[in-house]
């Protein structure tokens, strides 16, 4: 019986044979993995990329203080981007559930249609989730927009549950149970931050700071939007005779858009820290989303602009 | 010679509810483009189409070509002779031109195929559909990943999102093999022997002659276009969780895990049944990984049933001061206070208003939040478990239904007074603040909310005056009638323009309506009827053309002239006497009985007489009678071939 981390082990080497770069987790709190550079702005146009890693996963709202079986604040993803998407894709997938000992000829595996939405970030796309025996194992998606852009080419994103498929192949009824490495268990290692931190996001956290938190890094976001779209109309920077003649830009690949996207990030994670709180009304839910997805949406296209201005141009050509 | 076709569209796996509306469009598609008739199949990774008895080419045609005159110059002659391709000598001459009679060969119906298959394709409907080529590429609704098109024995040349069609199919993902070569006659047992059962019928039988018939019709469906080979497996929960509600514990198997629950003499048992897209669970293994999901599901259901215990329905109607309904028309807290309000109003007893306070307080149980589907249901159940009276409870339980037109209403009439307060209450606030419905656009289902008042005051013959309910709001009464025609006439079958006439002489009271509407049917096929509604809208034509608007005038006996005029001011007379006594069977014939003495006057008399004073005595009399007898129906709204 494999532990969590040869799993972990097993697939990385999976998708690493099949071309994929193997990146560690982004370190800032995400919601899923989708939610990191290496997914939300690799997507974006015309460049292939491959690249799997584990990202953990916080969903504040999701905690249950260590005492439900199977749900956590924090879970961990495995999350595996083809760009473009492969035409023997779902035989690739179904490869790495070999590879990690499930005999598939002695199972029950279904595909049911399941679209992924998400409107903070202005994306969403089709697929399926993969249903291995009766339990959700893993997110298949065809990315379709992302930051409300289409995208040039069409990835696959495979989002593994790594506890449950873990509980799984262990035969646990509790993702508590499941061993982590030989001898230690899940509970051991995690136990005391699905705890806390249940008690900090539903009872202790302070919503004034959280507001304030969040009003700060939407600022900042906001400014560095701004300056760079201000840098992209504004004189000196493009390359040509007249300022009218569009790019390629001079020195833009130098502006901080990473850096303005992480503050993004953070304003996501602080709303949903917000929600599990409490503290958002429904009413207020829907124009608190609206203001995230608007610097997603904003960070996407800069992004592209910066990336691919060259591209661009000669598309335009 | 006539050859069979065979076309298989390989895809990744489609939503399994999507499958029946593709193949209806391939079929038609098919028709319109080849004029054969085929039949269909599919399963979650193929839309199969087969036909036989197609031509191997159009019949050729000849098609006439027309050139310049007979009397044309000679050299305006030879150069079209030359464009034709044909000598001087072999035109023809025709109404003084010179022609040339062409044969064009018909074109082969693999030509035809390769260029309209792709079209045909394309067109079928998808709710959602996707782009996996790249940007601008081809829109289906999962990726296409292989074609088979064979005409006879060859293969008709396409190409669709880069996928060649050939003779090469796919078997079960698992099971089967990944490039299986067939032809037209032995494609369905070669997909049967890498675990495809090709025809949908058939899983069907598969699933039921393991299940016992009589299961829930939409999941066997959804099941059957979910697998390609189903074989169904049997799984057992530790008896325990019976002690939950059945309600709860079906719509985890159903809903959520897709599995059939098993009932003993009417009761749920601790089994289920799950169908796979499988040939077999030899080891269990399986059913143990099926039964560990469904006692992990059992588990929450219990946790939320118990932790919900801990605090009263009554106690949590507060709460819902933190749970909005919409933006602008505050919380449910306050929404719960209104139908409340309304449903003393409408004549609910203690136990009706009582359920109605406590309608929405399981919005904020752990339970509905996690089974949204179970809201009212688990609102029912918890007020049974802490004690409410039956006739509160239930009303609770019950007050969402109908949730379609196929639901029945609710059980009694505290029921289906919270139901109808709740919804009036949604439809009032977001006509209010201008919610309203337009094309596919109800976010809020206002349209089922409308429909289930419809359903619920005819079925439950409740006289309750809409009108006033809807606050005279001239878009929401307009929205209204939309939703009582659709009643009437989609769901209970009446005619469109019985509906049409007896809701124009009113449509205040529901239940009312249903009787004049049994009664106009009963009444339409007798001899008097129609004719006497075309003589209705004859009248009202003689009525708007005089512009005559009665100016309140009474009928002055004396200037009637005797004979046909005075005969029906008589006849009418008597009627209307009848009338306020009678049911409405008897009086819709009762004034059909007026027919002989209305077609009479028309037939005798003048009404526009020079006599200005006779001739608005014969308007006033006119207008009368029809204002007498409109008050069951407009019958210058029915139809008539006359």
């Not at chain 2, 072999?90 to 260029?115: C, F, H, N, P, S």
């Not at chain 2, 136990?351 to 919005?363: G, I, P, Q, Y």
């Not at chain 2, 004049?516 to 009202?540: G, H, M, N, Y």
């Amino acid at each position: 019986m494999d532990s969590y981390q040869e799993i972990i082990f097993k697939l990385k080497k999976y998708w690493s044979d099949r071309g994929c770069i193997i990146q560690e987790p982004y370190d800032l709190e995400v919601g899923a993995g989708t939610m990191t550079p290496e997914t939300f702005l690799r997507v974006l146009g015309p460049k292939p990329y491959r690249v799997a890693y584990v990202q953990p996963s916080r969903r504040p709202a999701d905690g249950r203080y260590g005492e439900n079986p199977n749900r956590l604040y924090k879970h961990m993803q495995l999350q595996v981007i083809l760009k473009p998407s492969p035409a023997d894709v779902i035989d690739q997938y179904l490869g790495s559930l070999t590879a990690i000992g499930i005999d598939l000829k002695k199972h029950d595996i279904k595909f049911e249609e399941d679209n992924w939405e998400s409107p903070t970030l202005g994306a969403w796309g089709v697929g399926w989730q993969v249903m291995l025996d009766g339990l959700e194992i893993t997110q298949f998606t065809y990315f379709q927009q992302c930051g409300g852009i289409d995208l040039d080419l069409v990835p696959a994103e495979l989002t593994y549950g790594l506890e449950r498929l873990t509980a799984f192949l262990q035969l646990k009824d509790s993702v508590y149970d499941i061993e982590w490495a030989p001898g230690v268990s899940y509970r051991d290692v995690r136990f005391a931050d699905e705890l806390q931190f249940s008690v900090y996001n539903f009872e202790m956290a302070d919503v004034g700071m959280l507001w304030k938190l969040f009003e700060l890094h939407e600022g900042e976001a906001g400014r560095l939007l701004g300056e760079f779209r201000a840098l992209r109309k504004g004189p000196g920077i493009r390359n040509g005779p007249e300022n009218r003649v569009p790019g390629p830009y001079v020195g833009i690949e130098r502006f901080p858009l990473l850096p303005a996207y992480e503050h993004v990030l953070k304003c996501s994670h602080l709303f949903n820290t917000l929600d599990a709180r409490g503290a958002i009304s429904v009413t207020e839910r829907v124009a608190v989303i609206a203001r995230v997805r608007k610097l997603a949406v904003g960070m996407a296209e800069a992004w592209m602009a910066q990336q691919y201005a060259g591209e661009l141009v000669e598309a335009a050509q | 010679m006539s050859l069979p076709f065979l076309l298989e569209i390989g895809t990744e796996e489609i939503p399994d509810w999507m499958i029946e509306g593709a193949l209806g469009d391939l079929r038609k598609g098919f028709f319109e483009t080849t004029g054969n008739e085929s039949t269909v199949d599919a399963t979650p990774r193929r839309l199969v189409l087969r036909a036989t008895g197609l031509i191997e080419r159009q019949p050729d045609v000849v098609q006439k070509v027309s050139g310049p005159a007979v009397n044309a110059p000679e050299a305006a002659v030879a150069g079209f002779a030359r464009k034709q391709g044909v000598t001087a000598a072999e035109l023809e001459k025709q109404d003084g031109k010179y022609v040339v009679m062409k044969r064009v060969a018909g074109r082969t119906t693999k030509q035809i195929l390769a260029e309209g298959l792709p079209e045909i394709i394309g067109k079928i409907y998808f709710p959602k559909t996707m782009y996996w080529t790249g940007k601008n590429g081809l829109r289906f609704i999962r990726p296409i990943r292989w074609i088979v098109a064979l005409l006879g024995d060859d293969v008709v040349p396409l190409e669709i999102g880069g996928v060649e069609a050939g003779n090469v199919s796919s078997g079960h993902r698992i099971l089967g093999a990944r490039q299986i070569p067939v032809t037209i006659t032995d494609f369905e047992q070669k997909l049967r022997d890498n675990f495809v059962i090709l025809s949908a019928e058939e899983r069907q039988q598969r699933i039921l002659s393991a299940t016992g018939r009589g299961q829930d019709e939409d999941l066997l469906k959804t099941l059957v276009y979910l697998t390609e080979y189903p074989t169904v497996i049997s799984g057992s929960f530790d008896p325990e969780y019976l002690k939950l509600p059945a309600e709860v514990l079906v719509t985890v198997m159903k809903h959520h895990q897709k599995y059939f629950a098993v009932y003993e003499n009417g009761r749920l048992t601790n089994r289920f049944l799950a169908v796979t897209n499988t040939d077999g669970d030899p080891d269990g293994l399986i059913r143990r990984g099926n039964e560990r999901v469904l006692r992990a599901r059992f588990n929450d259901a219990q946790f939320f049933w118990e932790t919900d215990q801990k605090k009263k329905l009554a106690d949590r109607v507060a709460d819902l001061a933190h749970v909005t309904f919409q933006a602008k028309l505050g919380s449910y807290l306050e929404k719960s206070r209104r139908i409340e309000a309304l449903a003393a109003e409408l004549g609910g007893d203690g136990a009706a208003v009582r359920a109605a306070h406590l309608s929405k307080a399981d919005l904020t149980t752990e339970m509905v939040k996690e089974f949204t589907e179970l809201q009212g249901v688990v609102g029912g159940l918890y007020a049974q478990a802490q004690g409410e009276p039956e006739d509160v409870w239930t009303a609770i339980y019950d007050h969402y239904k109908p949730v379609s037109m196929e639901d029945s209403i609710p059980r009694n009439r505290g029921g289906q007074l919270v139901s109808i307060a709740d919804k009036f209450d949604t439809l009032r606030g977001c006509f209010g603040i201008g919610l309203i419905p337009t094309g596919s656009k109800d976010p809020f289902a206002l349209r089922r909310a409308a429909q289930g008042i419809v359903k619920i005051l005819v079925e439950g013959k409740l006289r309750l005056p809409i009108r006033k309910l809807l606050n005279s709001d001239a878009k929401l009464e307009e929205f209204f009638l939309d939703r009582i025609r659709y009643y009437f006439k989609d769901i209970r079958g009446f005619k469109y323009d019985e509906v049409n006439a007896i809701l124009a002489s009113g449509w205040d009271d529901l239940v009312d309506v249903e009787e004049r509407l049994i009664a106009i049917q009963a009444v339409r096929p007798t001899e008097d009827f129609e004719p006497l509604a075309a003589s209705f809208k004859r009248i009202q034509n003689i009525l708007k053309q005089a512009q005559f608007t009665g100016n309140g005038g009474a009928i002055d006996t004396a200037l009637l002239e005797p004979g046909p005029e005075s005969d029906l001011y008589h006849e009418f007379q008597n009627v209307r006497g009848r009338l306020a006594n009678l049911p409405y069977r008897p009086a819709l014939e009762s004034i059909a009985s007026l027919r002989p003495k209305v077609d009479l006057f028309f037939d005798k008399v003048l009404v526009n007489a020079q006599d200005p004073q006779i001739r608005q005595n014969r308007l006033t009399l006119l207008q009368t009678l029809l204002a007498e007898f409109s008050t069951i129906a407009d019958f210058s709204e029915i139809v008539t071939n006359t």
